[in-house]
Protein backbone atom coordinates (compact mmCIF):
# COMPACT_ATOMS: atom_id res chain seq x y z
CA UNK A 1 0.00 0.00 0.00
CA UNK A 2 1.37 3.15 -1.08
CA UNK A 3 1.15 6.23 1.15
CA UNK A 4 1.23 10.15 0.36
CA UNK A 5 1.73 13.03 2.76
CA UNK A 6 0.86 16.40 1.61
CA UNK A 7 3.09 19.00 3.25
CA UNK A 8 1.05 21.87 4.10
CA UNK A 9 2.83 25.14 4.03
CA UNK A 10 1.70 28.18 6.36
CA UNK A 11 2.21 31.40 5.27
CA UNK A 12 3.36 33.66 7.62
CA UNK A 13 4.20 37.38 7.86
CA UNK A 14 6.00 39.91 10.34
CA UNK A 15 4.60 42.58 11.97
CA UNK A 16 6.03 45.56 13.88
CA UNK A 17 4.29 47.70 16.10
CA UNK A 18 5.89 50.84 17.47
CA UNK A 19 4.49 52.30 21.13
CA UNK A 20 5.37 55.48 22.22
CA UNK A 21 4.98 57.69 25.10
CA UNK A 22 5.56 61.19 26.32
CA UNK A 23 5.13 62.50 29.52
CA UNK A 24 5.94 66.01 30.90
CA UNK A 25 5.65 67.41 34.35
CA UNK A 26 6.10 71.19 34.58
CA UNK A 27 5.85 73.32 37.86
CA UNK A 28 6.92 76.80 38.35
CA UNK A 29 6.25 79.62 40.97
CA UNK A 30 6.72 83.23 41.71
CA UNK A 31 7.49 85.12 45.25
CA UNK A 32 7.21 89.01 45.82
CA UNK A 33 10.83 89.68 48.13
CA UNK A 34 10.55 93.24 48.90
CA UNK A 35 8.54 96.01 47.39
CA UNK A 36 10.90 96.07 44.27
CA UNK A 37 12.52 92.51 44.17
CA UNK A 38 10.82 88.94 43.35
CA UNK A 39 11.61 85.70 42.62
CA UNK A 40 10.42 83.30 40.03
CA UNK A 41 11.47 79.57 39.93
CA UNK A 42 10.53 77.35 36.74
CA UNK A 43 11.37 73.16 37.10
CA UNK A 44 10.31 70.70 33.99
CA UNK A 45 10.83 66.33 34.33
CA UNK A 46 10.04 65.12 30.68
CA UNK A 47 10.53 61.46 29.22
CA UNK A 48 10.41 59.96 26.27
CA UNK A 49 9.94 56.34 25.71
CA UNK A 50 9.53 54.45 21.65
CA UNK A 51 9.31 50.65 22.14
CA UNK A 52 9.54 48.54 18.97
CA UNK A 53 8.31 44.79 18.98
CA UNK A 54 8.54 42.29 16.28
CA UNK A 55 6.21 39.36 16.07
CA UNK A 56 5.94 36.19 13.20
CA UNK A 57 2.18 35.73 12.62
CA UNK A 58 0.63 32.73 11.38
CA UNK A 59 -1.51 33.83 8.86
CA UNK A 60 -4.12 30.53 8.83
CA UNK A 61 -5.18 31.55 12.89
CA UNK A 62 -3.41 35.34 13.16
CA UNK A 63 -1.65 34.41 16.02
CA UNK A 64 1.89 35.68 16.64
CA UNK A 65 5.19 34.99 18.21
CA UNK A 66 7.07 37.70 19.83
CA UNK A 67 10.55 36.59 17.97
CA UNK A 68 13.36 35.98 20.39
CA UNK A 69 15.94 38.33 18.26
CA UNK A 70 17.60 41.41 20.10
CA UNK A 71 17.88 43.14 16.42
CA UNK A 72 14.14 42.80 16.28
CA UNK A 73 13.13 44.12 19.57
CA UNK A 74 14.27 47.84 21.09
CA UNK A 75 13.41 50.33 23.57
CA UNK A 76 14.68 53.84 23.48
CA UNK A 77 14.40 56.11 26.21
CA UNK A 78 15.28 60.16 26.64
CA UNK A 79 14.64 62.15 29.42
CA UNK A 80 15.40 65.83 30.19
CA UNK A 81 15.54 67.82 33.42
CA UNK A 82 15.63 71.72 33.70
CA UNK A 83 15.31 74.25 36.37
CA UNK A 84 15.34 77.96 35.85
CA UNK A 85 15.45 79.89 38.75
CA UNK A 86 16.03 84.14 38.61
CA UNK A 87 15.81 87.25 40.63
CA UNK A 88 14.70 90.38 39.51
CA UNK A 89 14.96 93.70 40.92
CA UNK A 90 14.01 97.10 39.91
CA UNK A 91 14.32 100.71 41.22
CA UNK A 92 11.29 102.68 42.11
CA UNK A 93 10.80 105.10 39.59
CA UNK A 94 11.43 101.64 37.09
CA UNK A 95 15.09 103.40 35.61
CA UNK A 96 16.69 100.71 36.13
CA UNK A 97 16.04 97.02 36.84
CA UNK A 98 18.17 93.59 36.76
CA UNK A 99 17.80 90.04 36.10
CA UNK A 100 20.08 87.67 37.92
CA UNK A 101 19.81 83.59 37.38
CA UNK A 102 20.86 80.18 36.51
CA UNK A 103 19.83 78.01 33.76
CA UNK A 104 20.53 74.21 34.33
CA UNK A 105 19.33 71.45 31.38
CA UNK A 106 20.66 67.89 32.17
CA UNK A 107 19.15 64.79 28.85
CA UNK A 108 19.52 61.84 29.44
CA UNK A 109 19.07 58.79 26.65
CA UNK A 110 19.28 55.13 26.85
CA UNK A 111 18.94 52.30 24.68
CA UNK A 112 20.89 49.74 22.40
CA UNK A 113 20.42 52.81 19.42
CA UNK A 114 22.78 54.82 22.08
CA UNK A 115 26.31 54.68 21.74
CA UNK A 116 27.89 52.43 24.63
CA UNK A 117 23.72 52.06 25.65
CA UNK A 118 23.56 55.61 27.65
CA UNK A 119 24.80 59.06 26.88
CA UNK A 120 24.02 62.35 29.05
CA UNK A 121 24.70 65.46 27.91
CA UNK A 122 24.26 69.03 30.49
CA UNK A 123 24.42 72.82 30.19
CA UNK A 124 24.33 74.98 33.14
CA UNK A 125 24.34 78.67 32.81
CA UNK A 126 24.49 81.86 34.56
CA UNK A 127 22.53 84.43 33.39
CA UNK A 128 22.61 88.70 33.59
CA UNK A 129 20.47 91.12 32.20
CA UNK A 130 20.06 94.82 33.10
CA UNK A 131 17.23 97.25 31.82
CA UNK A 132 17.78 100.77 31.39
CA UNK A 133 15.36 103.52 30.28
CA UNK A 134 16.54 106.73 30.62
CA UNK A 135 13.00 108.61 28.85
CA UNK A 136 10.09 106.77 29.38
CA UNK A 137 10.26 105.88 25.77
CA UNK A 138 13.38 104.01 24.91
CA UNK A 139 15.09 101.07 26.94
CA UNK A 140 17.82 99.38 26.54
CA UNK A 141 18.57 95.82 27.39
CA UNK A 142 22.20 94.43 27.55
CA UNK A 143 22.72 90.99 28.53
CA UNK A 144 25.50 88.11 29.48
CA UNK A 145 25.29 84.31 29.86
CA UNK A 146 28.00 82.28 31.54
CA UNK A 147 28.02 78.39 29.74
CA UNK A 148 29.51 75.43 31.04
CA UNK A 149 28.77 72.26 28.78
CA UNK A 150 30.07 68.91 29.99
CA UNK A 151 30.83 67.64 26.28
CA UNK A 152 31.44 70.99 24.68
CA UNK A 153 33.76 74.74 25.52
CA UNK A 154 31.24 77.47 24.65
CA UNK A 155 31.97 80.73 24.85
CA UNK A 156 30.78 84.12 26.91
CA UNK A 157 27.38 84.85 25.23
CA UNK A 158 26.17 88.80 24.99
CA UNK A 159 22.98 90.56 23.51
CA UNK A 160 21.96 93.87 23.66
CA UNK A 161 18.41 94.91 22.99
CA UNK A 162 16.80 98.27 22.57
CA UNK A 163 12.95 99.53 21.96
CA UNK A 164 11.92 102.83 21.37
CA UNK A 165 8.34 104.32 21.53
CA UNK A 166 7.90 106.28 18.34
CA UNK A 167 4.17 107.43 19.87
CA UNK A 168 1.47 105.99 21.31
CA UNK A 169 0.48 103.03 18.69
CA UNK A 170 3.65 102.65 17.17
CA UNK A 171 7.41 101.12 18.64
CA UNK A 172 10.54 100.08 17.19
CA UNK A 173 12.67 97.34 18.31
CA UNK A 174 16.38 96.20 17.58
CA UNK A 175 18.57 93.58 18.68
CA UNK A 176 21.94 91.94 18.27
CA UNK A 177 22.77 88.71 20.20
CA UNK A 178 25.90 86.12 20.25
CA UNK A 179 24.36 82.63 20.37
CA UNK A 180 25.60 79.14 21.20
CA UNK A 181 24.00 75.66 20.61
CA UNK A 182 25.31 72.28 21.87
CA UNK A 183 24.29 68.82 19.77
CA UNK A 184 21.81 67.11 21.32
CA UNK A 185 22.36 63.48 22.03
CA UNK A 186 19.82 62.66 18.95
CA UNK A 187 22.15 64.51 16.96
CA UNK A 188 25.47 62.59 18.42
CA UNK A 189 24.27 59.35 19.16
CA UNK A 190 20.83 58.33 17.81
CA UNK A 191 19.94 55.74 15.13
CA UNK A 192 16.97 56.17 13.94
CA UNK A 193 15.78 53.73 11.20
CA UNK A 194 12.74 52.09 10.30
CA UNK A 195 10.67 51.97 7.33
CA UNK A 196 10.12 55.50 6.81
CA UNK A 197 13.50 56.56 8.09
CA UNK A 198 17.34 56.04 7.90
CA UNK A 199 18.83 58.75 9.74
CA UNK A 200 22.47 58.34 11.88
CA UNK A 201 23.59 60.05 14.36
CA UNK A 202 26.78 61.68 14.77
CA UNK A 203 29.34 61.77 17.99
CA UNK A 204 31.99 63.99 15.81
CA UNK A 205 29.66 66.77 15.55
CA UNK A 206 31.09 70.46 16.61
CA UNK A 207 28.85 72.78 18.40
CA UNK A 208 27.04 76.07 16.90
CA UNK A 209 28.26 80.02 17.34
CA UNK A 210 26.03 82.37 15.89
CA UNK A 211 25.36 86.25 15.03
CA UNK A 212 21.80 87.32 15.42
CA UNK A 213 20.41 90.58 14.36
CA UNK A 214 16.76 91.61 14.15
CA UNK A 215 14.86 95.07 13.28
CA UNK A 216 11.01 95.16 14.09
CA UNK A 217 8.58 98.01 14.05
CA UNK A 218 5.00 97.28 15.17
CA UNK A 219 1.79 99.46 14.69
CA UNK A 220 -1.21 98.62 16.61
CA UNK A 221 -4.28 100.92 16.59
CA UNK A 222 -4.54 100.66 20.03
CA UNK A 223 -8.48 101.14 19.70
CA UNK A 224 -10.61 100.92 22.75
CA UNK A 225 -13.58 99.94 20.46
CA UNK A 226 -14.64 96.31 19.22
CA UNK A 227 -12.19 96.13 16.42
CA UNK A 228 -8.75 96.98 16.19
CA UNK A 229 -6.02 95.88 13.85
CA UNK A 230 -2.18 95.94 13.97
CA UNK A 231 1.03 95.05 11.55
CA UNK A 232 4.68 94.25 12.28
CA UNK A 233 6.98 94.46 9.75
CA UNK A 234 10.53 92.45 11.15
CA UNK A 235 14.07 92.32 9.20
CA UNK A 236 16.46 89.69 10.20
CA UNK A 237 19.98 88.60 9.35
CA UNK A 238 21.84 85.21 11.41
CA UNK A 239 25.12 83.88 10.71
CA UNK A 240 25.62 80.47 11.87
CA UNK A 241 29.02 79.12 11.66
CA UNK A 242 29.34 74.91 12.41
CA UNK A 243 25.89 74.40 11.13
CA UNK A 244 24.66 71.39 12.41
CA UNK A 245 22.82 70.26 9.16
CA UNK A 246 20.63 67.08 8.56
CA UNK A 247 22.06 66.01 5.28
CA UNK A 248 21.36 63.05 2.88
CA UNK A 249 23.99 60.75 2.23
CA UNK A 250 22.41 58.55 -0.06
CA UNK A 251 18.83 58.96 -2.34
CA UNK A 252 18.60 55.35 -2.69
CA UNK A 253 18.53 54.58 0.70
CA UNK A 254 16.92 57.40 1.85
CA UNK A 255 20.26 57.50 4.10
CA UNK A 256 20.47 61.04 6.05
CA UNK A 257 22.94 62.06 9.04
CA UNK A 258 23.99 65.21 10.72
CA UNK A 259 26.85 67.30 9.56
CA UNK A 260 28.61 70.33 10.18
CA UNK A 261 28.38 73.12 7.34
CA UNK A 262 31.34 76.12 8.05
CA UNK A 263 29.02 78.64 8.18
CA UNK A 264 25.32 79.30 7.12
CA UNK A 265 23.67 82.23 6.32
CA UNK A 266 19.80 83.64 6.61
CA UNK A 267 18.35 87.06 5.58
CA UNK A 268 14.82 88.08 4.98
CA UNK A 269 11.93 89.27 6.14
CA UNK A 270 8.27 88.70 7.80
CA UNK A 271 5.74 90.72 7.68
CA UNK A 272 2.28 90.21 9.59
CA UNK A 273 -1.59 91.25 9.78
CA UNK A 274 -3.68 91.08 12.98
CA UNK A 275 -7.36 92.29 13.64
CA UNK A 276 -9.51 91.46 16.68
CA UNK A 277 -13.38 91.51 16.86
CA UNK A 278 -13.18 91.71 20.58
CA UNK A 279 -13.89 89.32 22.20
CA UNK A 280 -15.17 86.64 20.02
CA UNK A 281 -12.89 86.69 16.58
CA UNK A 282 -8.96 87.05 16.31
CA UNK A 283 -7.25 86.68 12.92
CA UNK A 284 -3.53 86.71 12.08
CA UNK A 285 -2.11 86.27 8.62
CA UNK A 286 1.59 86.47 7.41
CA UNK A 287 3.87 86.43 4.93
CA UNK A 288 7.23 85.51 5.23
CA UNK A 289 10.60 85.83 2.58
CA UNK A 290 13.43 83.99 3.88
CA UNK A 291 17.24 83.42 1.65
CA UNK A 292 19.70 80.97 2.86
CA UNK A 293 23.54 80.86 1.99
CA UNK A 294 25.46 77.86 2.61
CA UNK A 295 29.10 78.08 2.69
CA UNK A 296 31.57 74.85 2.47
CA UNK A 297 35.54 75.51 2.84
CA UNK A 298 36.60 72.07 1.68
CA UNK A 299 33.83 71.96 -0.95
CA UNK A 300 34.19 73.21 -4.54
CA UNK A 301 29.96 73.65 -4.33
CA UNK A 302 29.20 77.31 -4.73
CA UNK A 303 25.62 78.63 -4.04
CA UNK A 304 24.17 82.00 -4.33
CA UNK A 305 21.14 83.14 -1.79
CA UNK A 306 18.22 80.75 -2.43
CA UNK A 307 15.23 82.25 -1.53
CA UNK A 308 11.78 80.77 -0.07
CA UNK A 309 8.17 82.09 0.95
CA UNK A 310 5.69 81.14 3.27
CA UNK A 311 2.31 81.76 4.19
CA UNK A 312 0.38 81.33 7.71
CA UNK A 313 -3.14 82.28 8.54
CA UNK A 314 -3.98 81.58 12.31
CA UNK A 315 -7.31 82.22 14.29
CA UNK A 316 -9.49 82.13 17.11
CA UNK A 317 -13.03 82.46 17.61
CA UNK A 318 -14.82 81.64 20.95
CA UNK A 319 -18.63 80.61 20.89
CA UNK A 320 -19.98 82.35 23.86
CA UNK A 321 -22.68 79.97 24.69
CA UNK A 322 -20.89 76.65 25.39
CA UNK A 323 -18.18 78.66 25.79
CA UNK A 324 -15.79 76.90 23.50
CA UNK A 325 -13.08 78.54 21.81
CA UNK A 326 -11.33 77.11 18.37
CA UNK A 327 -8.13 77.36 17.29
CA UNK A 328 -6.73 76.82 13.58
CA UNK A 329 -3.35 77.40 12.18
CA UNK A 330 -2.31 76.82 8.75
CA UNK A 331 0.86 77.32 6.65
CA UNK A 332 2.40 76.87 3.48
CA UNK A 333 5.80 75.74 3.27
CA UNK A 334 7.66 76.95 0.06
CA UNK A 335 10.03 75.32 -1.70
CA UNK A 336 12.91 74.66 1.10
CA UNK A 337 16.56 73.98 -0.12
CA UNK A 338 18.22 70.35 1.72
CA UNK A 339 22.12 69.45 1.85
CA UNK A 340 23.49 66.74 -0.43
CA UNK A 341 26.58 65.15 1.10
CA UNK A 342 29.08 63.04 -0.94
CA UNK A 343 30.69 59.96 -0.28
CA UNK A 344 33.91 62.21 0.69
CA UNK A 345 31.86 63.95 3.41
CA UNK A 346 31.50 67.23 1.06
CA UNK A 347 28.66 69.23 0.45
CA UNK A 348 27.83 68.22 -3.29
CA UNK A 349 24.73 70.34 -3.61
CA UNK A 350 21.88 71.44 -2.61
CA UNK A 351 18.24 69.49 -3.39
CA UNK A 352 15.01 71.72 -2.92
CA UNK A 353 12.32 69.76 -0.76
CA UNK A 354 9.30 70.32 -2.76
CA UNK A 355 6.62 72.86 -1.23
CA UNK A 356 3.64 71.79 1.08
CA UNK A 357 0.93 72.98 3.70
CA UNK A 358 0.30 72.04 7.00
CA UNK A 359 -2.61 72.30 9.49
CA UNK A 360 -3.66 71.78 12.79
CA UNK A 361 -7.12 72.58 14.86
CA UNK A 362 -8.29 72.62 18.33
CA UNK A 363 -10.98 73.32 20.73
CA UNK A 364 -10.73 74.47 24.34
CA UNK A 365 -13.18 75.03 27.03
CA UNK A 366 -12.97 76.06 31.09
CA UNK A 367 -14.18 74.26 33.70
CA UNK A 368 -14.88 74.73 37.42
CA UNK A 369 -14.51 78.48 37.41
CA UNK A 370 -11.55 78.43 35.46
CA UNK A 371 -9.77 75.53 37.76
CA UNK A 372 -9.40 73.15 34.90
CA UNK A 373 -8.93 73.64 30.99
CA UNK A 374 -9.26 70.85 28.43
CA UNK A 375 -7.55 70.67 25.21
CA UNK A 376 -8.85 68.43 22.03
CA UNK A 377 -7.31 68.95 18.76
CA UNK A 378 -5.10 67.30 15.87
CA UNK A 379 -1.98 68.20 14.74
CA UNK A 380 -0.32 67.89 10.92
CA UNK A 381 -3.64 66.57 9.69
CA UNK A 382 -2.83 66.83 6.05
CA UNK A 383 -0.16 63.94 7.27
CA UNK A 384 3.13 65.49 6.07
CA UNK A 385 5.52 62.73 6.51
CA UNK A 386 8.26 62.52 3.72
CA UNK A 387 8.18 65.28 1.15
CA UNK A 388 9.74 64.92 -2.29
CA UNK A 389 12.97 66.41 -3.29
CA UNK A 390 14.79 66.97 -6.43
CA UNK A 391 18.06 68.43 -7.35
CA UNK A 392 19.50 71.30 -8.27
CA UNK A 393 22.77 69.62 -10.20
CA UNK A 394 22.67 66.90 -12.92
CA UNK A 395 25.87 64.70 -11.33
CA UNK A 396 25.36 62.87 -8.17
CA UNK A 397 22.90 60.53 -7.32
CA UNK A 398 20.55 63.30 -7.81
CA UNK A 399 21.23 63.61 -11.50
CA UNK A 400 17.34 63.61 -13.13
CA UNK A 401 15.90 62.36 -10.27
CA UNK A 402 15.18 62.87 -6.33
CA UNK A 403 14.44 61.49 -3.17
CA UNK A 404 12.66 62.57 -0.07
CA UNK A 405 12.87 64.40 3.55
CA UNK A 406 11.61 63.03 6.59
CA UNK A 407 9.45 66.47 8.25
CA UNK A 408 7.19 64.58 10.27
CA UNK A 409 5.60 61.81 12.06
CA UNK A 410 2.42 62.32 11.10
CA UNK A 411 -0.85 63.10 11.91
CA UNK A 412 -1.61 62.80 15.13
CA UNK A 413 -4.72 63.46 17.77
CA UNK A 414 -4.23 65.05 20.96
CA UNK A 415 -6.27 65.90 24.71
CA UNK A 416 -4.74 68.13 26.70
CA UNK A 417 -5.58 69.29 30.87
CA UNK A 418 -4.56 72.60 32.21
CA UNK A 419 -5.15 72.43 36.15
CA UNK A 420 -4.59 76.03 37.41
CA UNK A 421 -3.97 76.16 41.70
CA UNK A 422 -5.57 79.12 43.23
CA UNK A 423 -6.32 80.38 46.21
Do not use: C
Not at 186 to 198: G, S
Not at 368 to 378: A, D, I, S, T, Y
Amino acid sequence: RDYYVDTLIVPKATDVYFYTNRLTFRGEGGWNLTENMNLNVLSAYSIYNRTKNTYLKDMSNLDEILIEDDAKQDTTIFDNFLLRADVARWTKNNVFKYQLGIDFNIETGYGKRIKDDRQQIGDYAAFLSLNYAPISVLSIQPGIRYIYNTEYKAPLVYSINAKWDASEMMSIRMSLAKGFRAPSLKELYLDFVDINHNILGNENLEAETSLNINLSANYSSKSAAMYNWGVELNLFYNDIFNKIELAQINAAENYYTYINVDEFITQGYEFSFNNRIYPWLQLRLGVATTGRKLIDTASTYQQEFIYSTDFTAQGTFWWKKPELNFAVFYKYNGAYPQTYVSGTDEVAEQVVMSAYNSLDINVSRWFWKRRLNVQVGGKNLFNNTNISTTGTGSGGVHGGGGGSVPVNWGRTFFVHLIFNFTK
